[in-house]
């Protein structure tokens, strides 16, 4: 096993778990919208040209189905629930603009 620091500073975790609609399948972030928002999370970094320091992933279940789309911003280790498309310029202003983002150790 080898160590090293992250590749990337900040990193956006956007649960897209999609389990679908069938009746008596649990809720999950997949069927809310939450592919488009990673989508536009990843755009906006493009925008803000933060995207060599800001990672957008999908990620897994995070246990919040019923209150998602579920986003988890590290490390500032804050999780934004209920997000919608009208939340990402929001999310971006807190944690990925450039004057928001860890000084660079470049």
């Known amino acids: 096993m080898q160590e090293q620091d992250?590749?990337?500073?900040?990193?956006?975790?956007v649960c897209t778990?999609?389990?679908?609609?069938a009746e008596g399948v649990r809720v999950s972030c997949g069927v809310h919208g939450a592919e488009?928002?990673?989508?536009a999370l990843k755009?906006?970094?493009?925008?803000h040209g933060v995207q060599e320091r800001v990672r957008v992933h999908?990620?897994?279940?995070?246990?919040?189905?019923?209150?998602?789309?579920?986003?988890?911003?590290e490390p500032a280790h804050r999780l934004y629930s209920g997000v919608t498309m009208?939340?990402?310029d929001d999310i971006i202003?807190?944690?990925v603009a450039t004057e928001a983002l860890p000084p660079s150790t470049d």
Do not use: Q, W
């Open 58 to 73: 999908s990620s897994g279940c995070m246990e919040g189905c019923e209150i998602g789309p579920n986003v988890l911003i």
């Open 86 to 88: 009208a939340d990402v």
């Open 6 to 13: 992250a590749l990337y500073p900040v990193c956006i975790f």
């Open 93 to 95: 202003a807190r944690h």
């Open 17 to 21: 778990n999609n389990r679908g609609n």
């Open 36 to 39: 488009e928002i990673r989508i």
């Open 43 to 47: 755009a906006a970094c493009k925008t």
